[in-house]
Protein backbone atom coordinates (compact mmCIF):
# COMPACT_ATOMS: atom_id res chain seq x y z
CA UNK A 1 0.00 0.00 0.00
CA UNK A 2 0.83 3.70 -0.65
CA UNK A 3 0.74 6.25 2.41
CA UNK A 4 0.97 9.75 2.06
CA UNK A 5 4.86 9.63 2.61
CA UNK A 6 5.21 7.68 -0.68
CA UNK A 7 3.60 10.58 -2.59
CA UNK A 8 5.79 13.57 -0.49
CA UNK A 9 8.65 10.97 -1.63
CA UNK A 10 7.15 10.74 -5.38
CA UNK A 11 7.12 14.93 -5.32
CA UNK A 12 10.35 15.39 -3.60
CA UNK A 13 11.94 12.88 -6.37
CA UNK A 14 10.76 15.02 -9.02
CA UNK A 15 11.82 18.39 -7.88
CA UNK A 16 14.88 16.57 -7.50
CA UNK A 17 15.01 15.80 -11.12
CA UNK A 18 13.04 18.81 -12.61
CA UNK A 19 16.22 21.26 -10.68
CA UNK A 20 18.84 17.73 -12.06
CA UNK A 21 17.11 18.65 -15.69
CA UNK A 22 16.28 22.30 -15.75
CA UNK A 23 18.68 23.60 -18.38
CA UNK A 24 17.67 20.28 -20.32
CA UNK A 25 13.67 21.13 -20.79
CA UNK A 26 14.57 24.52 -20.93
CA UNK A 27 17.13 23.65 -24.06
CA UNK A 28 14.28 21.60 -25.64
CA UNK A 29 11.99 24.51 -25.27
CA UNK A 30 14.31 26.52 -27.34
CA UNK A 31 13.92 25.94 -30.70
CA UNK A 32 10.03 25.28 -30.44
CA UNK A 33 8.64 27.34 -27.48
CA UNK A 34 9.93 30.26 -25.48
CA UNK A 35 12.89 28.61 -23.61
CA UNK A 36 11.31 28.33 -20.15
CA UNK A 37 10.08 25.08 -19.73
CA UNK A 38 12.82 24.18 -17.18
CA UNK A 39 12.18 27.70 -14.39
CA UNK A 40 8.61 27.22 -15.15
CA UNK A 41 8.80 23.79 -13.39
CA UNK A 42 11.65 24.28 -10.78
CA UNK A 43 9.48 27.55 -9.53
CA UNK A 44 6.70 25.09 -9.29
CA UNK A 45 8.39 22.28 -7.40
CA UNK A 46 10.10 24.37 -5.16
CA UNK A 47 7.17 26.02 -4.44
CA UNK A 48 4.98 22.22 -3.84
CA UNK A 49 8.16 21.11 -1.68
CA UNK A 50 7.75 24.39 0.47
CA UNK A 51 3.93 23.95 0.91
CA UNK A 52 4.20 20.09 1.90
CA UNK A 53 6.89 21.26 4.54
CA UNK A 54 4.71 23.79 5.61
CA UNK A 55 1.58 22.01 5.44
CA UNK A 56 2.26 18.53 6.24
CA UNK A 57 -0.88 17.05 4.31
CA UNK A 58 -1.58 13.54 6.14
CA UNK A 59 -3.14 11.27 2.98
CA UNK A 60 -2.28 10.68 -0.68
CA UNK A 61 -5.02 12.43 -1.99
CA UNK A 62 -4.46 15.47 0.13
CA UNK A 63 -0.56 15.66 -1.22
CA UNK A 64 -1.09 15.43 -4.01
CA UNK A 65 -4.13 18.20 -4.20
CA UNK A 66 -2.04 20.85 -2.27
CA UNK A 67 1.43 20.05 -5.08
CA UNK A 68 -1.72 20.87 -7.71
CA UNK A 69 -2.63 23.76 -6.40
CA UNK A 70 0.89 25.03 -5.51
CA UNK A 71 1.73 24.40 -9.45
CA UNK A 72 -1.59 26.23 -10.63
CA UNK A 73 -0.66 29.16 -8.31
CA UNK A 74 3.39 29.89 -8.81
CA UNK A 75 4.09 28.33 -13.18
CA UNK A 76 2.80 31.19 -15.38
CA UNK A 77 2.95 28.93 -18.55
CA UNK A 78 0.30 26.71 -20.15
CA UNK A 79 2.14 23.66 -18.34
CA UNK A 80 1.41 24.92 -14.87
CA UNK A 81 -2.19 24.98 -15.40
CA UNK A 82 -2.14 21.48 -17.39
CA UNK A 83 0.29 19.42 -14.46
CA UNK A 84 -1.56 21.59 -11.99
CA UNK A 85 -4.70 19.60 -13.29
CA UNK A 86 -3.08 16.41 -13.48
CA UNK A 87 -1.75 15.89 -9.58
CA UNK A 88 -4.99 17.70 -8.64
CA UNK A 89 -7.11 15.55 -10.63
CA UNK A 90 -5.66 12.52 -9.21
CA UNK A 91 -5.44 13.56 -6.01
CA UNK A 92 -9.28 14.06 -6.18
CA UNK A 93 -9.51 10.34 -7.80
CA UNK A 94 -7.49 9.28 -4.19
CA UNK A 95 -10.37 10.72 -2.41
CA UNK A 96 -9.70 10.64 1.73
CA UNK A 97 -8.16 7.22 2.00
CA UNK A 98 -4.78 7.23 4.51
CA UNK A 99 -3.38 4.64 2.42
CA UNK A 100 -3.85 3.59 -1.74
CA UNK A 101 -3.08 0.47 -3.66
CA UNK A 102 -1.10 0.57 -6.69
CA UNK A 103 -4.50 -0.33 -8.58
CA UNK A 104 -5.84 2.67 -7.44
CA UNK A 105 -3.38 5.07 -8.14
CA UNK A 106 -3.77 3.91 -11.93
CA UNK A 107 -6.93 4.45 -12.01
CA UNK A 108 -6.97 8.05 -10.35
CA UNK A 109 -4.07 8.48 -12.91
CA UNK A 110 -6.04 8.00 -15.31
CA UNK A 111 -8.65 10.34 -14.33
CA UNK A 112 -5.66 13.08 -13.86
CA UNK A 113 -4.34 12.42 -17.72
CA UNK A 114 -8.27 12.87 -18.76
CA UNK A 115 -8.48 16.19 -16.98
CA UNK A 116 -5.47 17.34 -18.76
CA UNK A 117 -6.84 16.51 -22.04
CA UNK A 118 -10.40 18.06 -21.10
CA UNK A 119 -8.37 21.26 -20.02
CA UNK A 120 -5.65 21.99 -22.82
CA UNK A 121 -8.08 19.58 -25.75
CA UNK A 122 -4.69 17.95 -27.15
CA UNK A 123 -4.83 14.31 -27.46
CA UNK A 124 -2.26 11.74 -28.09
CA UNK A 125 -0.09 12.22 -31.16
CA UNK A 126 -0.28 16.43 -31.00
CA UNK A 127 3.22 16.32 -29.65
CA UNK A 128 2.22 17.23 -25.84
CA UNK A 129 2.85 16.12 -22.70
CA UNK A 130 0.57 13.51 -23.30
CA UNK A 131 2.58 11.80 -25.38
CA UNK A 132 4.45 10.31 -22.43
CA UNK A 133 1.39 10.27 -19.64
CA UNK A 134 -1.18 8.06 -21.70
CA UNK A 135 1.29 5.61 -22.50
CA UNK A 136 2.86 5.53 -19.11
CA UNK A 137 -0.63 5.00 -17.61
CA UNK A 138 -1.19 2.29 -19.61
CA UNK A 139 1.35 0.61 -18.45
CA UNK A 140 1.09 1.07 -14.99
CA UNK A 141 -0.60 -1.76 -14.47
CA UNK A 142 2.74 -3.95 -15.23
CA UNK A 143 4.88 -1.89 -11.99
CA UNK A 144 6.56 1.69 -11.98
CA UNK A 145 9.74 0.55 -14.20
CA UNK A 146 7.24 -0.35 -16.78
CA UNK A 147 5.57 2.99 -16.88
CA UNK A 148 8.93 4.67 -16.82
CA UNK A 149 10.20 3.09 -19.99
CA UNK A 150 6.48 3.53 -21.68
CA UNK A 151 6.58 7.45 -20.64
CA UNK A 152 10.24 7.61 -21.81
CA UNK A 153 9.85 5.90 -25.21
CA UNK A 154 6.43 8.46 -25.51
CA UNK A 155 8.78 10.94 -25.34
CA UNK A 156 10.97 10.44 -27.36
CA UNK A 157 8.28 9.51 -30.19
CA UNK A 158 7.41 13.35 -29.95
CA UNK A 159 10.51 13.71 -32.12
CA UNK A 160 9.11 12.97 -35.62
CA UNK A 161 5.50 14.63 -34.99
CA UNK A 162 4.29 18.27 -35.65
CA UNK A 163 2.62 19.92 -32.78
CA UNK A 164 -0.72 20.42 -32.67
CA UNK A 165 -1.36 21.88 -29.40
CA UNK A 166 0.41 24.82 -27.39
CA UNK A 167 3.01 27.18 -28.64
CA UNK A 168 5.05 24.41 -30.77
CA UNK A 169 1.73 24.22 -32.91
CA UNK A 170 2.48 27.61 -34.00
CA UNK A 171 5.89 26.62 -35.86
CA UNK A 172 3.30 23.89 -38.12
CA UNK A 173 5.91 21.89 -40.04
CA UNK A 174 9.25 22.98 -38.21
CA UNK A 175 8.19 21.75 -35.02
CA UNK A 176 9.18 17.94 -36.85
CA UNK A 177 12.34 16.82 -35.27
CA UNK A 178 12.50 18.17 -31.68
CA UNK A 179 11.82 16.42 -28.59
CA UNK A 180 8.57 17.81 -26.90
CA UNK A 181 9.32 19.61 -23.35
CA UNK A 182 6.32 18.90 -21.65
CA UNK A 183 6.62 15.29 -22.74
CA UNK A 184 10.21 15.29 -21.41
CA UNK A 185 9.26 16.61 -18.23
CA UNK A 186 5.86 13.62 -17.79
CA UNK A 187 8.89 11.26 -17.85
CA UNK A 188 10.49 12.45 -15.24
CA UNK A 189 7.51 12.98 -12.93
CA UNK A 190 6.44 8.95 -14.32
CA UNK A 191 10.56 8.13 -13.40
CA UNK A 192 10.22 9.50 -9.94
CA UNK A 193 7.27 7.19 -9.31
CA UNK A 194 10.12 4.65 -9.01
CA UNK A 195 12.66 6.47 -6.63
CA UNK A 196 9.56 6.77 -4.08
CA UNK A 197 8.79 2.95 -4.14
CA UNK A 198 12.59 2.64 -3.84
CA UNK A 199 12.01 4.86 -0.45
P1 LIG B 1 4.58 27.78 -22.28
O1 LIG B 1 4.37 27.09 -23.60
O2 LIG B 1 3.39 28.57 -21.85
O3 LIG B 1 5.86 28.53 -22.24
P2 LIG B 1 5.87 25.60 -20.89
O4 LIG B 1 7.05 25.90 -21.73
O5 LIG B 1 6.11 25.51 -19.43
O6 LIG B 1 4.67 26.60 -21.17
O7 LIG B 1 5.27 24.18 -21.30
C1 LIG B 1 5.24 23.76 -22.65
C2 LIG B 1 4.72 22.33 -22.70
O8 LIG B 1 3.35 22.31 -22.32
C3 LIG B 1 4.75 21.73 -24.10
O9 LIG B 1 6.00 21.13 -24.37
C4 LIG B 1 3.63 20.71 -24.06
O10 LIG B 1 4.09 19.43 -23.66
C5 LIG B 1 2.70 21.25 -22.99
N1 LIG B 1 1.47 21.77 -23.57
C6 LIG B 1 1.26 22.96 -24.14
N2 LIG B 1 -0.02 23.10 -24.54
C7 LIG B 1 -0.64 21.93 -24.22
C8 LIG B 1 -1.98 21.42 -24.34
N3 LIG B 1 -2.95 22.16 -24.91
N4 LIG B 1 -2.24 20.18 -23.88
C9 LIG B 1 -1.27 19.44 -23.30
N5 LIG B 1 0.00 19.86 -23.14
C10 LIG B 1 0.31 21.09 -23.59
MG1 LIG C 1 7.68 27.54 -22.72
MG1 LIG D 1 6.23 30.51 -21.49
Redesign the pocket.
Known amino acids: MLDADFFRRWMAATAASVDREAEHLTAL?SPI??A??GS??QRGFRAVTAALEKEAPGTPGAVLTLAGRQLIST?G???GP?YGTLLRRTGKALGDAPEVGADQLAEALRSGVDG?MAL???APGDK???DALVPAVDALADGFAAARAAAEEGAVATIPLQAR????SYLGARSIGHQ????TSSALLIAALEEAAEG
Open positions: DGDDHNLVGASLVGGATMIKGRADPGA
